[in-house]
């Protein structure tokens, strides 16, 4: 199977600062992905390599281009969302209604209006007449009309109220993703995207940190919740990453056998968050 985004020792440079540094990756169609990392660990920059929007060393290829060469063929088949306010703010909806379709081939405008119909939007409205919940409701309507083969979200819902959150990502899954678009999303609420992810990335440093499906996940990371009598000896097994709640220590482990930990406390699958949080402070790679 040929992969979406296929990179081989890709690496941004900004002077004497490497902001991305020999990036290995490989991501499959019909995957939604997950790119996470703390501020300033090179997110912004790999996407923008991705998207054809700055220069890069190394080997790159999107949809089968690379990125820098061909973006103009690439961008018929990618669609991106970052921070709403991308939007031109003094345009009216059908002015970007016909602006899209001018630019991408495959948009249809009937599916963007029946997507507009669920909302309170109008052809009229400005851009800036409307919240930035709406303004998020139009931009998602405008690409999910588009058909394209891959969709990379930068922050997509960054300011907005989490009943706009919600709606956001269900709208995604239920009107747009299928197996054969592919999408990246880069965001700080883990939390509200891990139950849609296929695939899970951390980056920090530059470097790639984790690389796992979520089924990998769940099959390779344990958390464990002891009482403080219990403490040393699920210490003993050497856990990635140990923290305390409540009197209770929690102990997050890479690989460890589940017959080992289960005559200590509470077992669970960690979350996203507690998984990037043990692998940036624990060291783990």
Not at 100 to 115: I, Q, Y
Not at 162 to 168: A, E, N, S, T
Request: net charge negative; proline share 4%; glycine share 6%.
């Amino acid at each position: 199977m040929t992969p979406i985004i296929s990179a081989r020792g890709l690496t941004k440079r900004y002077g004497r600062m490497t902001a991305v540094d020999h990036i290995d990756l490989e991501i499959p169609p019909g995957r939604i992905v997950g790119l996470i990392g703390p501020n300033g660990a090179g997110k912004t920059s790999a996407l923008k390599a991705i998207l054809g929007l700055a220069t890069f060393e190394g080997e790159l290829s999107v949809l089968g281009k690379n990125p820098s060469r061909d973006r103009a063929s690439l961008m018929e088949d990618v669609c991106f969302i970052a921070d709403v306010a991308v939007l031109p703010r003094w345009a009216r909806v059908w002015q970007l209604i016909d602006t899209t379709e001018r630019l991408h081939a495959g948009f249809s405008r009937n599916t963007c209006m029946e997507s507009l119909s669920q909302t309170k939007i109008t052809l009229d409205h400005k851009v800036k007449q409307l919240s930035k919940g709406m303004v998020a409701q139009l931009h998602l309507a405008l690409v999910m009309a588009i058909d394209a083969k891959l969709l990379v979200l930068d922050e997509p819902t960054l300011g907005l109220d989490i009943l706009y959150r919600k709606q956001f990502y269900s709208s995604l899954l239920n009107d747009y993703f299928d197996e054969q678009r592919t999408i990246l999303i880069t965001t700080h609420q883990v939390e509200e995207v891990e139950h849609i992810l296929t695939d899970l990335i951390f980056i920090q440093d530059g470097r790639i940190a984790l690389e796992s499906t979520m089924e990998e996940v769940e099959r390779r990371y344990l958390e464990l919740m002891v009482r403080p009598e219990f403490a040393e000896q699920a210490r003993s097994l050497k856990p990635m990453y140990e923290r305390e709640l409540f009197g209770r220590h929690i102990f997050l482990y890479d690989s460890v056998e589940r017959e080992k930990i289960s005559g200590l406390g509470e077992i669970h699958t960690p979350s996203v968050a507690d998984l990037f949080v043990a692998t940036m402070k624990g060291g783990q790679s």
